[in-house]
């Protein structure tokens, strides 16, 4: 049977662009136009844009169409169709034009606010001061200046041997084009010694990168330059952070080359202040403490346990396995409470610190794959690694005050932004610095071999420092004081221990007990598992003391929570570690394209 169609469709023209509704939403005009009146027999055909005659004066916007049909019985039916004409004109029957929809109104940051979670800002405090310990600290040297990158101790670490071994002897590392710049780092080391030593240890940092690669090892320099141009650009050479990719990428350069850690850092300082965003107390302090990121991780390694050492038996062995554990963990550590305390110089709140900890964790990888590449650069080009090795002059009494007061600089920048500038910032500011002044005259002073024994040094005072803080802390907060009132109090109270311990390894001499002699090495080595323990929960932000007491009465539940609570870690680490090794396998080879083909069209233009 036959049915008889009379179609009128009707558009009413009704545009929402406005942005202050939320979502496309079209209303009828006052004066509806027919635009297709046919009579039709048969299947209704699928209509067009070309068989509709929209008007060509229809406005931009969200509209809708009325289809009206009769069968033939007279019974009428209506149905809606929408569609939207964009801003060029085109008409869209889907209903999707994005550049109709209202833009979304720039989300205003949080202000950071370090009195909301006086327990997380107290816990900071803790942390910080017990990484600060064995960074600032002070204690007797005995007798080499590596006795003082972390306590040691494990007598004459020593240079590599001068004999030519295996990567000496290779063919590529011996021509002119590959060792030219090898007095490049001895020359601008003397230069800047006079005036900074910080300069000049970061300038041959890299030396065993240069006695692998030869003058390639330089090329991380233009690489840290460029990532930090990029940067800029994208910020707009503002006072923010940069995008997560380069911040990890600059902090990886950083670690395995300090120098170029530092040339990052200022063309960062440099385009801010150039710009004029330095403009007020919480841009310089962001600007300073974000740059500082970029070279601290590898110089704060060597300042917890030595970067390479020599060993020829199993307690040699033991030794250097610790180091890898240690460095890794405790400069990891240090990176992310570092990047934690970001918002607090800033002012708001950052996206960038969820990622605090998944960065310090590649610091830590980065610093083993550093440390492996120092053991091949120690065996394999000991010839060339002390062809490279730089004999620094002693620091003198001035550029000691210069690092005292570069010490005092940063403290005050990552304290500040919490404390204000007070009474509270001051007392901190003085317990922390009393015992840099003491080092100065640390010779003079009386050396106590029974202080030797019972003062710790390296990763036991740290860890155990942090033990005290965390106890310190919870004593604070349980004195129902308010958020603000414990937050000033604490920063006053906590740096005590710190500074006592100081004080006493301010006239430590030799132990006389030596806990290295091999009748003591089951003890040691069990000391330093126990010790290692304790730092992984405070890294991991647990209770040391409530951890250890469940486990001694229900060792079974805490095995099981152990496994539960490490597992998630494992599978997020695995995850972000696969992530970024594609995102810097596609950043690196787009990269080498791009600069491959500028250098073709380079040598083919005449």
Known sequence: MKKLLFMITSVFMACVTSPTFAAPTPAPSAQPQVILDQLLTGPVPA??????NIPSNLAPGFHQLTVEVYDDKGVISSKRALFCKDLQGQLHFDNICPDLLPKPAPKKPSPFNPYSHPDET??????????????????????SEQGDLGGADAGSLGLPSKKKSWGDRRGYINAKFMNSFDSLPRSIAHSVDRFSHLLARASVDARYLRAIFGNLAWLTIPAALYFSYTGMRSIKNHAFPFDRSIILTLLLLGVFDALAGICAAIVYIDFVFASGNLNSQHAIFFTLGFSLLFFAPGLIASKFRPLHRRFNDFAGFWERATDYVITSILTGWATAKLIGALPGLIGYEMSITKSANTLGIYVGLALLARLLLEEIAW?????????????LKPVGKIQRVRGVIFKVAVMIILAQPYIGWNRYLAAGIAILLIPQILGFFDEKLPASRYLGAITPSGVLKTVWLGIVGVVVGTQILHHHLGAKESVLISFVILPIPSFIYSILGAFAGESIINIRHPKFRYAYRFLGIIILVLLILQILGFNPLTELHHAWQHPTDTWHSLTYKWWPYVQAGWKNLSHWTVVGWDHSSNWCVSVWRKFLHWISTP
């Open 47 to 52: 209509l067009s844009a070309k068989d509709l």
């Open 122 to 143: 107290i816990s900071f405090f803790a942390v910080a001061l017990a990484i600060g310990s064995a960074l600032l600290g002070s204690r007797r040297k005995s007798g």
């Open 379 to 391: 065996y394999l080009y000991p010839y060339r690694l002390n062809q490279l090795h730089v004999e």
